[in-house]
């Protein structure tokens, strides 16, 4: 079974999806992404492929350019903000 999610940004729906496929019986041989937006700090125990490496900055709510310029600032993803 390969693994493949549209854009990989923690890696976390994709062990997620690993570990539901493996406790099903399943074989996970390989895990995929259209879009990586890790910047390579997502990692698993098989092979993993992307078709596009995107590298994105992330700055601490400190440093943020956007907060400090007063913008609003908007979480991208699938996942919601954890309070």
């Keep these: ?8 940004t ?3 729906s ?3 999806t ?8 399943g074989q996970v ?3 995929a992404s259209i879009v990586n ?4 700090k997502a990692h698993f125990d098989v092979p993993f492929a992307s078709l ?3 590298d994105l900055p992330t700055y ?5 350019p956007l907060c400090a310029q007063g913008l609003p600032v908007v979480k991208p993803g699938s996942r919601p903000v954890a309070t």
């Design 18 to 25: 690993m570990q539901v496929a493996k406790a099903s019986g």
């Design 37 to 40: 937006r890790s910047g390579g």
């Design 14 to 16: 994709t062990r997620e």
């Design 52 to 54: 596009l490496d995107v």
């Design 29 to 31: 041989v390989g895990a």
């Design 10 to 12: 923690t890696g976390g």
């Design 60 to 64: 601490e709510p400190n440093d943020c």
């Design 1 to 8: 079974m390969l693994v493949v999610e549209d854009v990989l």
